[in-house]
């Protein structure tokens, strides 16, 4: 089996090859579609078609340094591990009793997926709920090409 994408990670920066029709990548490829998206994209990250063989994208993204906000978003950020962050002057959370009712109101239908308060299915990647002195955030990588249904997060 081919993988589908692949990261190579240095210290500020990611270099993501997104490969999802399984096509033969050679590190030649690689580099022109480095060449095109720097043509491209000036100095900045961003995400390019190759242009010899355009169901292969190439990515390079900015690394998030660690114990910001922006930390799990990094290629490598290790899943299933919590990502603690308080902003410079916010106050601490004082009552763990906060963030659980945070936490209870998020909306849900009756099957316990997350909706938007009206009760449609919920089509944001980010949520943010707040009670007292927590914040609770859900962010997800919801496919819009997928039904609803089988969104469940």
Request: neutral net charge; contains cysteine.
């Amino acid at each position: 089996m081919i993988e589908t994408e692949v990261a190579a990670v240095s210290d500020t920066c990611s270099l993501i090859v997104i490969n999802s029709h399984q096509q033969v990548v050679t590190k030649d490829l690689i580099k022109s579609g480095l060449s095109e998206l720097f043509k491209q994209c000036h100095g900045k990250g961003g995400l390019v078609e190759v242009p010899s063989n355009r169901k292969v994208k190439v990515a390079v993204k900015a690394r998030a340094p660690a114990g910001t906000q922006w930390e799990a978003w990094n290629a490598n950020a290790e899943l299933n591990k919590p990502y603690c962050y308080l902003p410079k002057g916010d106050p601490e959370v004082k009552l763990k009793d906060d963030c659980i009712k945070a936490y209870n109101q998020i909306p849900t239908d009756a099957q316990g997926r997350l909706t938007d308060k009206s009760d449609h299915p919920l089509t944001l990647t980010v949520m943010v709920v707040v009670f007292g002195s927590c914040s609770v955030s859900q962010q997800s990588h919801i496919n819009p090409k997928l039904p609803h249904e089988q969104n469940i997060l």
